[in-house]
């Protein structure tokens, strides 16, 4: 299992030093603020700022680089679902609520609804995709399954993915840490008490290690 | 004909056992693609306009500078110029274009004239006001023995007065589709709980032959009885796509669309007068109570009061619909009973209190009121001792003196779920596969675990050897996931389906083993000769001998013959234990114990995550969810997830569920299980709080401005 902590091969170049002039004026609250601005066309765009037309973007997503021609108000979540095909991370509350659109970006969890394409530029992005080898599931899959922490399982991978980088930071959590820390996703069909159990469970299985 | 009646508990070697929900992986590892994650060759992303007035017409619409925004591809007008619009979020428009952004660019830029009428009324609760605006309208009386006379005889009359507000169902995958339409053939890929049933809904909207709509879905991202139909946003998203050409268009509700008019359930609110004798017997009941569900009103059965004590024999029942401007009521998981257990428990709360009595005794002494006085007497007795009644519970606001009140609370439940009906088609190929084929669907519930486990039980094989295909038109066709049924239908119809094959099979392999087919069996992946162990084949080499044809095979669940393998009615019991801070209203839910009576249990797992999930949406209800209208503008206020409440993984103490899987209910075969959990946690929890705080919160949710207020009202 690669994690963006450990991992060399694909990384991303440092810094984005480069596009720091082509992000200017483009930096956005997340949340609900961000979005509705998000929804404005861009009427009187200062000179080097991007867009509001398609932009060249480069995102490195699991380990591999993707270029692509975007609007810079194209959200890291619908870049993935809709351009990348990386429909793992859902789109629920799309304002930072629900958490079912969570990826892990330089290795925390992030709200994908709630940051910009443009901004994920430079950094390593892991997404649920990038968590299984072929066919073999991550630790935090299996425990996932064998808890029954799922039902319809639309939120199920941005919980999956949340609890993944919870236990990169708690390697050896009780139930009580997990509700702790796993306060940041939303689930409709109540599917909590199996995750209490799969996060503590896949901690385990991960050796009390980062994975 | 095979007999199909299920084998007996001791014999069973994967029904009843507690498997792994078998599309599991693929959820767990985002693989499983829903309704909003189909894109297709040349797919185009559609937007929706809605009004954001609760009451106004439509004088005219001007779609000109949208046509001319970048990307559109098409436009459909959904309400027309002078169309009377009666809620907020009312359907206008819908924008194709090459994506999702510029969809909604082209939404902004249609220009749309209302004349807007200002007389909008949402204060559900207020029936007053409804009434003197011409806004509700009287059901009638219903009168059960005198109960006049009764309430003289009574030696406790105790009156109270309850509310629960409208939910919506917040379904996480929103409704929408994807389709493709070309005038004449339809591919739809909706999100939906009836897969069999939703293409000939679509095709009478688009009146075309129902064989024209070919209907696929994999996975769904959660319904609660609000995805049955194709619904105007899947009629009119057809007909953008059949304007652009027959492109597939997608289109998905964003959140506030979502919540404002994708369905909801109704309030109820209520004055109850409940009249008593000493010992607790109930002798009289009444009560007045008002719904809305939307514009259309809401209506309630008069059966359903007083809930599960209905046959006290004395009653009163009056109840007014109510018409607001705003979206309309669906189905939504165990329609209206979780409501009417709210408030018939909390009327019998109160009355215990009255009479000093302990509430669970109360409870008890007139379960001969109910369809099953020995199940909720033992269910009563069995989450008591869950729960720690004996040692817990006080007298009514008797706990303590320090800031954090602790109190326990019950709360009753009861539901049909007799399966649908369904019909499966088995084919046992020659090379030993076998593959089953149902138009039903899983919501999450676990339908197609036990569909596999049913299969595999019945052929005497792995859950591996068996393919199963769901989510499509063109197979056998199933009931829709409504009313708990799913479970019954599709389980009697695998039996029926797999035995069927089965006895083809055997009549294909009876000579090679020198035997008479009812002479064999299927166990542990052989084909064998009954009590001879010697003469057996393997599955595989069994069904070579088939040649070059596969067997084909089907068989069929029918409601109104179940044949001992399925039944209707269950009863459940739930019991809450809460702390509430006195100082600042918090409620805090400590622990909830679910008792469920449930037939025959095919799967104990996905059985107790249907309780652990509902026990959460009660707990929701209880104490977080709420739609909240704006009188001024008419508009829904939190319709998001920030302010209308979900509760967290944190937020739902304990859950403790026990299955109530005696011999003589596993005996009644396989009953549903979505809905009834779901009904009891609301009464249960608010009966704990006025247990805890000594008074009454007469509404749901119980948040701390509504527990402080109560407690300024006892004070006072």
Not at chain 1, 15 to 30: A, H, I, N, T, Y
Not at chain 1, 130 to 144: D, I, N
Request: charged share 25%; aromatic share 6%; hydrophobic share 40%.
């Amino acid at each position: 299992m690669r994690s963006p902590k450990d991992s060399q091969v694909g990384k991303p170049p440092e810094s984005g030093v480069s596009r720091r002039g082509f992000l200017q004026g483009v930096s956005l609250g997340g949340g609900a603020l961000g979005a509705v601005v998000l929804e404005r066309p861009a009427e009187a765009a200062p000179a080097g700022v991007a867009g509001p037309g398609e932009v060249e973007v480069s995102l490195w997503i699991n380990g591999k680089e993707h270029k692509l021609k975007i609007e810079p108000r194209v959200t890291l979540l619908d870049a993935l679902r809709d351009r990348l095909g990386l429909t793992g991370a859902k789109r629920v509350c799309d304002r930072g609520t629900c958490g079912a659109c969570t990826v892990l970006v330089e290795g925390k969890a992030v709200y994908a609804c709630s940051m910009l394409a443009i901004d994920a530029q430079g950094k390593n992005i892991q997404t649920i995709e990038g968590m299984t080898r072929g066919s073999e599931l991550h630790p935090v899959m299996k425990a996932f399954v064998n808890n029954d922490a799922q039902q319809c399982g639309f939120c199920t991978p941005g919980f999956v993915v949340a609890a993944k980088a919870f236990i990169d930071e708690h390697p050896n959590p009780s139930e009580e840490d997990v509700m702790d820390g796993l306060g940041g996703n939303l689930c409709r069909c109540g599917t909590y008490m199996g995750i209490r159990k799969a996060v503590v469970e896949a901690a385990r299985a991960m050796g009390g290690k980062n994975a | 004909m095979p007999d199909y009646k299920w084998p007996p508990k001791d014999q069973r070697r994967i029904i009843g056992k507690p498997v792994n929900r078998v599309d599991g992986p693929a959820k767990a590892s985002g693989r499983a693609k829903y309704s909003q994650d189909i894109k297709l060759p040349g797919m185009l992303y559609a937007a929706m306009l809605t009004c954001p007035h609760p009451h106004a017409k439509i004088t005219s619409i001007d779609t000109s500078e949208a046509e001319k925004s970048p990307g559109v591809k098409g436009i459909q007008i959904i309400s027309e110029p002078g169309t009377e619009i009666q809620w907020a979020g009312t359907e206008v428009a819908l924008v194709a274009a090459d994506t999702e952004e510029h969809a909604r660019d082209g939404v902004r830029k249609i220009k749309v004239k209302y004349e807007v009428f200002n007389d909008h009324f949402v204060k559900e609760d207020d029936l007053a006001a409804a009434q003197k605006l011409g806004r509700a309208k009287p059901s009638g009386e219903a009168v059960t023995g005198d109960p006049d006379q009764a309430f003289k005889e009574a030696d406790v009359i105790s009156e109270g007065e309850y509310g629960i507000p409208v939910l919506t169902h917040c379904c996480h995958e929103s409704h929408g589709q994807v389709i493709a339409f070309d005038g004449e053939k339809v591919e739809y890929r909706p999100s939906t709980q009836n897969v069999s049933g939703i293409g000939g809904d679509l095709a009478k909207g688009l009146e075309i032959p129902a064989a024209n709509v070919h209907v696929h879905q994999d996975h769904m991202g959660g319904g609660f009885g609000s995805k049955f139909a194709s619904d105007r946003w899947g009629v009119e998203t057809a007909k953008l796509s059949k304007k652009v050409g027959g492109k597939p268009v997608r289109y998905h509700h964003d959140r506030r669309t979502e919540l404002e008019i994708a369905g909801c359930r109704p309030a109820i609110y209520g004055r109850f007068k409940v009249g008593a004798k000493k010992d607790g017997t109930i002798i009289a009941w009444e009560s007045k109570t008002w719904a809305t569900g939307g514009f259309g009103g809401g209506g309630l059965n008069a059966n359903l009061l007083p809930y599960v004590f209905r046959n006290v024999p004395n009653r009163r029942f009056n109840h007014t619909a109510v018409s607001i401007n705003a979206g309309g009521a669906r189905a939504w998981r165990a329609p209206n009973h979780p409501q009417v257990s709210f408030l018939t428990c909390a009327a019998i709360e109160d009355l215990a209190a009255k009479l000093k009595m302990d509430p669970l005794e109360v409870f008890i002494k007139n379960v001969q009121y109910t369809q099953r006085p020995e199940v909720y007497k033992a269910q009563l007795e069995k989450a008591a001792e869950m729960i720690g009644w004996k040692s817990k519970w006080h007298p009514r606001g008797q706990s303590g003196r320090g800031p954090v009140k602790t109190g326990l609370g019950i709360g009753v439940g009861t539901w049909g779920g007799m399966g649908h009906n369904a019909t499966e088609r088995v084919k046992i190929h020659p090379d030993g596969s076998v593959v089953l084929e149902i138009g039903s669907q899983d919501l999450g519930t676990g339908t197609r675990t036990i569909i596999v486990q049913t299969a595999a039980e019945s052929l005497g094989l792995e859950m591996k050897d068996i393919t199963l295909k769901i989510g499509d038109n063109r197979y056998p066709q199933a009931g829709a996931s409504g009313g708990s049924t799913t479970v019954g239908g599709t389980s009697a119809a695998t039996r029926k389906a797999t035995l069927n094959a089965l006895e083809k099979l055997f009549e294909a392999v009876a000579p090679s083993l020198g035997a008479q087919p009812d002479q064999l069996v299927a166990k542990d992946g052989k084909i064998m000769v009954k009590g001879d162990s010697s003469k057996s084949l393997t599955w595989k080499a069994a069904c070579a001998k088939l040649g070059v044809t596969p067997i084909e095979a089907t068989g069929s669940n029918n409601r109104r013959s179940p044949g001992g393998l399925i039944d209707s009615g269950v009863g459940g019991v739930q019991m809450a234990e809460v702390a509430v801070d006195a100082e600042t209203g918090v409620v805090t839910l400590k622990k909830l114990v679910v008792v469920q009576d449930c037939g025959m249990i095919i799967n104990p797992k996905t059985a107790a995550s249907q309780c652990y999930g509902a026990a959460i949406m009660a707990i929701c209800g209880a104490l977080f969810e709420e739609r909240i209208m704006d009188a001024a503008t008419g508009r829904f206020l939190n319709a998001d997830l920030e302010f209308y409440k979900l509760a967290g993984i944190k937020d739902i103490g304990k859950i403790e569920v026990h299955l109530d899987m005696a011999p003589e209910h596993d005996a009644r075969g396989v009953v549903g299980l979505g809905e009834p959990p779901v009904i009891p946690g609301i009464a249960a929890i608010s009966n704990a709080v006025a247990n805890a705080i000594g008074v009454r919160v007469p509404r749901v949710p119980l948040t701390p401005d509504r527990v402080l207020a109560a407690l300024e009202r006892r004070r006072a």
